[in-house]
């Protein structure tokens, strides 16, 4: 169901490789033990509080104003030095904190009673020293409901005339809904547009400018899939590839290995949406 999608969804946020179907199969449950065993959780393949609340925390979300992750406090042994706290987050180390607080990996780990040779697990409240000026960390998160963006994903595949179950299988399927989220290479929003995909739905499709926000994001989309549809005679797989690798790409070479990978994913959830 819903929650098993959103499960896989981070787990292949994670590098793990398993399919968004919505199913709790065998490379699922292969994948969250996989996951847990990275965490020093028990690899039962159960996800649980302790795993799922892990799982989130790897996961960067943006948050509506930045936090500080670092704070002064005096204990009674350290009267004479102020020590702060941070909290680890995905994607750093040891040697990017020591960088960050101006100290060395070394007295990190001696000042934490810390293994530098071993994983620093996200969530670990360490200990830092000397903190002068520390610039609040601002990360994101999905600012708007799952409700609120299936109603503009239901209301412009019903404006384009695409299956609303497609439209939401492939808006989860690149982003989880997020519009904050861009990838790394530039692709935005809820749908994941490329500036280029984006600039030819709005001059080419729509034939208007649209706002670089949730709403455009979604009709931009919708709008190019349905463009996809129409050129591929309605064939969905072929579709869903174009939007993948590129429709000049597909009517050259046919599918690639990895789009049909993804065309099965997308069919699969579109099931469950």
């Not at 007295?107 to 002068?132: F, M, Q």
């Not at 046919?254 to 990978?261: C, D, N, R």
């Amino acid at each position: 169901g819903w929650d098993v999608a959103v499960l896989q969804f981070l787990l292949v946020r994670q590098g793990i490789s398993v399919p968004i179907n919505a199913y709790y199969d065998g490379p699922t449950l292969h994948g969250v033990r996989l996951m847990q065993q990275r965490l020093h959780l028990p690899s039962d393949g159960v996800v649980g509080p302790h795993t799922f609340s892990a799982l989130v925390r790897r996961e960067p979300v943006p948050l509506a104003h930045g936090v500080t992750v670092a704070r002064h406090h005096t204990s009674h042994h350290q009267r004479r030095h102020k020590v702060a706290v941070h909290v680890v987050r995905a994607g750093e180390s040891l040697s990017s904190i020591a960088r960050r607080y101006h100290t060395t990996v070394a007295k990190l780990a001696r000042l934490n009673r810390l293994d530098p040779s071993h994983y620093l697990l996200i969530g670990t409240r360490l200990k830092v020293p000397h903190v002068r000026q520390v610039k609040a960390t601002h990360v994101a998160y999905r600012t708007q409901s799952v409700a609120s963006v299936r109603a503009l994903l239901d209301h412009w595949a019903a404006h384009y005339g695409v299956s609303t179950h497609l439209v939401r299988a492939l808006a989860w399927m690149e982003s989880g809904y997020n519009n904050a989220l861009v990838s790394s290479v530039g692709a935005r929003g809820i749908m994941q547009l490329l500036p280029s995909t984006f600039r030819f739905a709005e001059t080419v499709l729509i034939r208007h400018r649209l706002r670089h926000d949730s709403n455009g994001n979604v009709r931009a989309g919708v709008a190019y899939l349905a463009h996809l549809l129409h050129d591929f005679h309605g064939k969905t797989r072929l579709a869903l590839a174009g939007w993948y690798q590129g429709e000049g790409a597909v009517r050259k070479h046919g599918l690639y290995k990895v789009s049909k990978t993804f065309v099965k994913d997308v069919l699969a959830l579109e099931k469950r949406m």
